[in-house]
């Protein structure tokens, strides 16, 4: 026996109604944890930064050896962060002079601070610069003062419970100026910085780098990033 138009119908007003309830449930549930449980961005800071080779001598190529002290803090009391393909590299006024160094996985704890410190180049890792590039370089190893750039790239995870978000791409950039001379090797006194940092930008991965605000930076030892995080779904 075959159910007559009406009762079709009342039967799939019922069902989508059903639907739409769910949905409007489950949006609320969404919202409201994300209100709850919304994660604040991490913070990136240089303490500390080595050198321990700086071959400049023989154009256009150019051979490192730097360490990088940074300090990572996640300020979310109830989100912690897994770091995932996470890469770092040194440049000088915006070309590569060392090579991307891949680093270890990292699962950052809830309102915790966790230290890094990357090993980038070596004597082996000739990297092309442009003349200008060494010879700026030159320069200012000559002056005693070196303006320099540490990227992150990579991904992370926010963790809430249990519910872990899915991947979100990390762009950070740090500049740092460090008080270098010709000839130089060992721990590096870091200078205040003249230029303005910029604040936190998200937007999708697949967009092309822009948009951002300046704040300054006053601490000669320890310089926050220019950081921005960006959506990688």
Same mark, same amino acid.
């Given at each position: 026996?075959?159910? /007559?138009?009406?009762?079709?119908?009342?039967?799939?007003?019922?069902?989508?109604?059903?639907?739409?309830?769910? &949905?409007?449930?489950?949006?609320i549930?969404?919202?409201t944890?994300?209100?709850?449980?919304?994660?604040?961005?991490?913070?990136?800071? =240089? =303490?500390?930064? +080595?050198?321990?080779?700086l071959?400049?001598?023989?154009?256009?190529? &150019?051979?490192?050896?730097?360490?990088?002290? *940074?300090?990572?803090r996640n300020?979310?009391?109830?989100?912690?962060?897994?770091?995932?393909?996470?890469s770092?590299?040194?440049?000088?006024?915006?070309?590569?002079?060392?090579?991307?160094?891949?680093l270890?996985?990292?699962?950052?704890?809830?309102?915790?601070?966790?230290?890094?410190?990357?090993? &980038? +180049?070596g004597?082996?890792?000739?990297?092309?610069?442009?003349?200008?590039v060494?010879?700026?370089?030159g320069? /200012?190893e000559?002056?005693?003062?070196?303006?320099?750039?540490l990227? &992150?790239?990579?991904?992370?995870?926010w963790?809430?419970?249990? *519910?872990?978000?899915?991947?979100? +791409?990390?762009y950070?950039?740090?500049?740092?100026?460090?008080?270098?001379?010709k000839?130089?090797?060992?721990?590096?006194?870091?200078?205040?910085?003249?230029?303005?940092?910029r604040?936190?930008?998200?937007?999708?991965?697949?967009?092309? /780098?822009?948009?951002?605000?300046?704040?300054d930076?006053?601490?000669?030892?320890?310089?926050?990033?220019?950081m *921005?995080?960006?959506?990688?779904?």
């Open positions: 026996m075959t159910k /007559d138009p009406t009762q079709r119908r009342d039967l799939g007003r019922a069902m989508c109604g059903c639907i739409f309830i769910f &949905l409007v449930l489950a949006g549930t969404v919202l944890v994300w209100l709850v449980y919304r994660p604040q961005n991490p913070t990136f800071t =240089v =303490v500390g930064v +080595g050198v321990f080779n071959n400049n001598t023989s154009p256009p190529f &150019l051979s490192t050896t730097m360490q990088f002290s *940074i300090v990572t300020p979310n009391k109830r989100v912690s962060i897994f770091y995932d393909h996470l770092a590299f040194v440049t000088y006024h915006n070309q590569m002079i060392t090579p991307p160094v891949t270890p996985p990292l699962y950052q704890e809830k309102h915790s601070t966790v230290q890094l410190a990357p090993i &980038l +180049g004597r082996d890792a000739v990297v092309p610069v442009s003349p200008e060494s010879y700026g370089l320069m /200012d000559a002056n005693g003062v070196v303006g320099l750039r990227v &992150l790239l990579g991904k992370l995870r963790k809430a419970g249990a *519910i872990t978000t899915g991947h979100y +791409g990390v950070v950039k740090c500049d740092v100026l460090l008080r270098l001379g000839g130089f090797v060992g721990q590096v006194p870091l200078v205040t910085s003249p230029q303005h940092l604040t936190i930008d998200w937007r999708d991965e697949e967009e092309s /780098d822009g948009g951002s605000g300046d704040s930076s006053h601490n000669p030892t320890k310089q926050k990033t220019k *921005i995080l960006m959506f990688a779904k």
